[in-house]
């Protein structure tokens, strides 16, 4: 893994974690490289888009997911839903 890969996994956790936030409040609250896969992709680059903003991630042939959602919580409306 190069670092340009490197950087695209960090922005894309980073941004997948930015659009969960502002769409349902979300909160991971478990994040290491032990909940974090990585695997191959053809796909070239990643977008994203929160309600203020859009963008797109080169992805260097590597796409990030994230694993383990038993510590996270999510808030709709007044209601806080825990996994």
């Not at 980073?14 to 896969?37: I, K």
């Not at 994203?48 to 808030?75: C, H, K, N």
Request: some cysteine; proline content about 2%.
């Amino acid at each position: 893994m190069d670092i340009f890969q490197s950087l695209s996994l960090v922005l894309q956790t980073a941004s997948a974690l930015a659009v969960a936030e502002c769409a349902f409040g979300f909160e991971h609250r478990d994040l290491h490289l032990g909940n974090w896969l990585i695997r191959p992709t053809e796909k070239q680059w990643l977008s994203y888009s929160t309600r203020q903003w859009r963008w797109s991630i080169p992805t260097f042939g590597v796409q990030a997911f994230l694993i383990d959602f038993t510590m996270s919580r999510i808030q709709i409306g007044q209601c806080y839903i825990r996994y």
